[in-house]
């Protein structure tokens, strides 16, 4: 299966919460979309990894992408090396994504700033030839993706772009609020985090809402670029 869009996130939540209400948007317009997380969130103050897990698969259904793959590297501990290069390589190959969207390039958590570099690398890393893979018992071509996009999730990083995702912010909230144990549901012996806290919850919105007012509409999404985006003509820009 090939696919349109890669989401690739540090931490089950983090495309959610970066960017999928234009996961969304692009999924309504026919796109097919596909999430990868790097870690299964294991150091997570709340919840555990399996509830993640399955916090994860509901967000999942709710955006209705064809699938979502965890490959489990150590969460708080991604390190951008070879094995973990190859192991990203090997799904991008599979599933020939068009566009890549990752990580913010700086972030509060550590793993976030990481997983870009390593999910940047990887897209280029993965046209070159001369690195095998095989995957599932298939040797696998070299595929480079023509666009890698980083998502904005904790800190205000200025865009470089925004999409506008009018109509689509509800779809976001509810994805994100799929990851029940993190955002809203406390176990008694269960610590506040900083994200557990209705500013940040709120947060989601109000910068939904900024992004959108600086373009002239009511939600939008921003993300920044490691080179120039090309349009076809002026007329493309809204
Ligand atoms: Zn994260």
């Not at 008694?188 to 806290?197: H, Q, V």
Request: net charge negative; glycine share 6%; proline share 3%.
């Amino acid at each position: 299966m090939k696919i349109d869009i890669l989401a690739i996130g540090a931490h089950p939540d983090d495309v959610e919460l970066g960017c999928s209400a234009t996961l969304a948007k692009e999924i309504n317009n026919g796109k097919k979309v596909g999430i990868l997380d790097l870690t299964r969130g294991e150091l997570g103050t709340r919840g555990t990894a399996e509830i993640r897990e399955k916090e994860a698969a509901n967000a999942a259904e709710i955006l209705g992408v064809k699938f979502r793959h965890n490959l489990e590297f150590s969460d708080g501990f991604i390190v951008n090396n070879e094995a973990s290069k190859l192991e990203i390589i090997k799904i991008i190959r599979k599933y020939r994504p068009e566009t890549v969207l990752c990580n913010a390039i700086d972030d509060r958590h550590i793993d976030h700033g990481m997983a870009s570099q390593l999910s940047s690398d990887a897209c280029f890393l993965s046209g070159l030839q001369k690195i095998e893979t095989i995957f599932e018992g298939n040797n696998q071509k070299a595929w480079r993706p023509k666009h890698v996009y980083h998502y904005i999730q904790w800190k205000n990083v200025e865009p470089d772009f925004v999409v506008d995702v009018t109509g689509f912010l509800d779809k976001k909230l509810e994805a994100v609020f799929a990851y029940e144990s993190q955002f809203h549901k406390k176990e008694a012996d269960e610590p506040e985090t900083p994200i557990t806290s209705t500013n940040f919850r709120d947060s989601i919105t109000y910068r939904a809402q900024d992004l959108g007012r600086l373009i002239g509409t009511e939600h939008a999404e921003g993300f920044t670029v490691e080179r120039f985006v090309a349009v076809d003509s002026i007329s493309d820009l809204i």
